[in-house]
């Protein structure tokens, strides 16, 4: 919609962030707005609304994201689910490191983990599109939303402008429910006010 022909470099989650401004102008994944990272990138206005979830395999005894105490959980490094496992098993149990949502998923495939915890919307694609392996994705209505952005290097008010403007078009012409419909099957929900009111605090 702006005209931007990008080069893409693939990278693993971890250390995206660090590298911004170092080869690359910025970073497009499954990026929660946090305070942490605000000090490191800035951020567009928020595209996608997500929370936390569980995948298990069909027949787990975990329910909730309390039964993950004394578990091996497979996460994603340097991720808000990283930092919510910790919290809640609060030293009963283990955790095991990944690159990205997919290497922790196969975790669960092969049955090397109880659980992975990362953000409900790709849980939800995986356990969707691998059906012969019966996963199971469980949502904890108490468990805080996050809000996806693309995260820019710092510096670059002009790129972050352009950006923002991009999503709006995409949002107002429908692009975007085209593209949630396509992978999600299902219609875009309405974001929440509160993402707007997190993407401005990102982006001051």
């Not at 990008?6 to 590298?19: A, C, Q, R, S, V």
């Not at 998923?105 to 090397?112: I, S, T």
């Amino acid at each position: 919609k702006q005209g931007f022909r990008p080069n893409f470099i693939p990278h693993d989650f971890t250390g995206m962030l660090e590298g911004l401004g170092k080869g690359a102008d910025l970073a497009v994944s499954a990026i929660s707005i946090t305070d942490e990272r605000r000090a490191l990138v800035d951020f567009t206005n928020s595209h996608f609304e997500t929370t936390q979830a569980i995948l298990v395999p069909e027949g787990s005894p975990i329910t909730s994201t309390n039964d993950l105490k004394g578990k091996k959980v497979a996460v994603v490094e340097d991720s808000v689910g990283e930092d919510m496992v910790l919290q809640i098993q609060a030293g009963n149990g283990s955790i095991v490191h990944n690159t990205s949502v997919w290497s922790a998923v196969q975790q669960v495939m092969r049955k090397e983990v109880d659980a992975a915890f990362s953000d409900s919307a790709p849980l939800t694609y995986y356990a969707n599109n691998y059906k012969d392996q019966k996963l199971r994705v469980i949502v904890d209505p108490t468990s805080p939303k996050n809000y996806y952005a693309l995260a820019v290097a710092k510096n670059k008010p002009e790129l972050l402008k352009q950006l923002n403007a991009g999503i709006e078009q995409v949002k107002a012409d429908g692009t975007f429910d085209k593209i949630y419909q396509k992978w999600f099957k299902s219609a875009a929900p309405v974001q929440a006010a509160e993402a707007s009111a997190a993407a401005t605090t990102a982006t001051k």
